[in-house]
């Protein structure tokens, strides 16, 4: 399973425009690492600067006066919670003579659970868990005899499966959406309704309300 849930839903956000406006949370580490550099007066974009109380005139260093990051209103946090490899599956075959069709169908499925907090009351505003289910299958036929002195071992067929990480990208997108609508007072469905069928995950049935995710995915804020 893919390890890239944060970020899908960043881009998630990052489609809704100027709807909103993102707040890097999930990998900071550049912007830590020149705040530490300015703090030691390392930093400079090679231009000079003055300072108000600095003696000796303008300096190369740039100044740092505290304030420049700006904080988030909510955040976004869970995770991929489910992975079923086989809940369904089955199959017919038969031959006569050695030779004969086969085939074979197969359902999985993956969930997502999601909420949006409050950051400064640490309130959880809206919870969302959706689970998307696979399908794939499997057909062929083949032959397995002899013609005179030769044995012949024929086999022709076809197999599929729904992109598994196409769908976790969808189900992620489609539980932002629902987290951004809550917040934002406004309706998701028209967006959704435009998504092919296939592609649309559905609610999760008799699960929890919020679940504890084992890590943080991903942060974000509003205006």
Same mark, same amino acid.
């Given at each position: ?90 199959? &017919? ?17 993956? &969930?997502?659970? #999601? ?6 009351? !640490? ?17 062929? &036929? ?8 030769? !044995? ?14 196409? /769908? ?6 489609? *539980?932002?959406?629902?987290?951004? /609508?809550?917040? #934002?007072? &406004? ?11 296939? !592609?649309?995950?559905?609610? *999760? ?19």
């Amino acid at each position: 399973m893919t390890q890239g849930g944060a970020l899908m839903v960043t881009s998630a956000l990052g489609k809704l425009g100027d709807r909103i406006r993102l707040a890097e949370r999930f990998d900071p580490t550049v912007a830590e690492r020149e705040l530490v550099w300015m703090d030691k007066r390392q930093l400079g974009d090679g231009e000079q600067h003055s300072v108000l109380g600095q003696p000796g005139g303008p300096v190369k260093w740039l100044p740092y006066f505290g304030g420049s990051l700006i904080g988030s209103d909510y955040f976004i946090v869970g995770g991929i919670t489910e992975v079923n490899y086989d809940i369904h599956s089955g199959g &017919a075959e038969f031959a006569i003579n050695g030779i004969g069709p086969k085939a074979r169908v197969f359902t999985q499925s993956v &969930a997502v659970d #999601l909420r949006i907090v409050d950051t400064r009351s !640490l309130i959880v505003v809206k919870t969302v868990s959706l689970t998307k289910q696979y399908t794939g299958y499997e057909t062929g &036929a083949g032959t397995f005899r002899f013609f005179g002195s030769n !044995l012949f071992d024929i086999n022709i067929g076809a197999k599929g499966q729904e992109p598994l990480q196409l /769908g976790i990208r969808t189900t992620l997108e489609e *539980a932002t959406l629902r987290l951004i /609508g809550s917040v #934002l007072k &406004a309706d998701p469905d028209a967006c959704l309704a435009s998504r092919p069928p296939a !592609l649309r995950p559905r609610p *999760a049935t008799g699960r929890m309300a919020a679940v504890s995710p084992d890590r943080r995915e991903s942060d974000g804020s509003l205006p």
